[in-house]
């Protein structure tokens, strides 16, 4: 099975330019967490969803930042507009909510951003 | 309000040393989840271990064992006998029943030298 598919890998804007990273999960999980990880503040988690459901966004930084699950498979995390501090890498993550409880995060490779 | 600490920023030691990588945890929950995750400098983040608060067993998996003590609130990491492939930053993660949150601590960075 193929893992958390992030993209892109490598991104570099300039400041002031909309940013749009995406994550698709792994068939079946229904819970899907956006991280942001740097050196100053490690990872942090902006916001999650439980089947499509954003649950918690109170992670996210500002309005700046918005993230949607259109369907069960599909994520995006959008900045707009993007400013040189939010330069990180975005990790994300998906996971199998059950009566069994919180099971095993699977992180996609990250999304290295970079806002000159 | 859930909060896990790693106190030891970095570590470092000498191939074939053991080490224990610390973390401690706050939580209001009876029911929670704790993880470990490795990340080598590649960047990916690497699953190690999952442990439900009911189960205080420790575990052994080859040279990594988890020493999890509901009473002092840790769930520390030994490597023993380590390895420079051993280098990497390990985080301890917590995930609460109530909030579903994952959250992770600050992360120790191992330098295991030659």
């Known amino acids: 099975d193929a893992g958390v598919i992030q993209s892109p890998r490598h991104e570099v804007t300039e400041m002031g330019q909309e940013v749009t990273l995406r994550c698709k999960l792994i068939?079946?999980?229904?819970?899907l967490f956006w991280y942001r990880q740097t050196m100053m503040r490690g990872l942090e988690l902006l916001i999650y969803?439980?089947?499509?459901?954003?649950?918690?966004d109170s992670g996210m930084p500002e309005d700046r930042f918005s993230a949607k699950m259109p369907n069960a498979s599909f994520s995006t995390l959008k900045i707009q507009p993007s400013e040189p501090r939010d330069s990180a890498v975005y990790f994300c993550?998906?996971?199998?909510?059950?009566?069994?409880?919180?099971?095993?995060?699977?992180f996609g490779e990250g999304s290295r951003l970079t806002v000159l | 309000a859930q909060k896990v600490t790693q106190a030891q920023t970095e570590i470092s030691v000498v191939e074939k040393e053991d080490v224990t990588l610390d973390c401690v945890y706050e939580?209001?929950?009876?029911?929670?989840?704790l993880f470990w995750y490795k990340q080598p400098p590649s960047g990916e983040l690497v699953f190690l271990i999952r442990?439900?608060?009911?189960?205080?067993q420790n575990e052994i998996s080859g040279r990594y064992s988890w020493n999890f003590q509901k009473s002092t609130s840790s769930f520390n990491f030994t490597i023993t006998a380590s390895q420079v492939v051993d280098s990497a930053v390990y985080f301890c993660?917590?995930?609460?029943?109530?909030?579903?949150?994952?959250?992770f601590g600050t992360g120790t960075r191992l330098k295991v030298l030659a």
């Open positions: 442990r439900n608060s009911f189960d205080e």
């Open positions: 969803f439980n089947n499509n459901v954003p649950i918690d």
């Open positions: 993660a917590l995930s609460e029943t109530g909030t579903y949150k994952y959250i």
């Open positions: 993550a998906s996971s199998s909510r059950t009566s069994g409880g919180a099971g095993e995060l699977f």
């Open positions: 068939s079946g999980h229904n819970s």
């Open positions: 939580t209001r929950d009876t029911t929670y989840y």
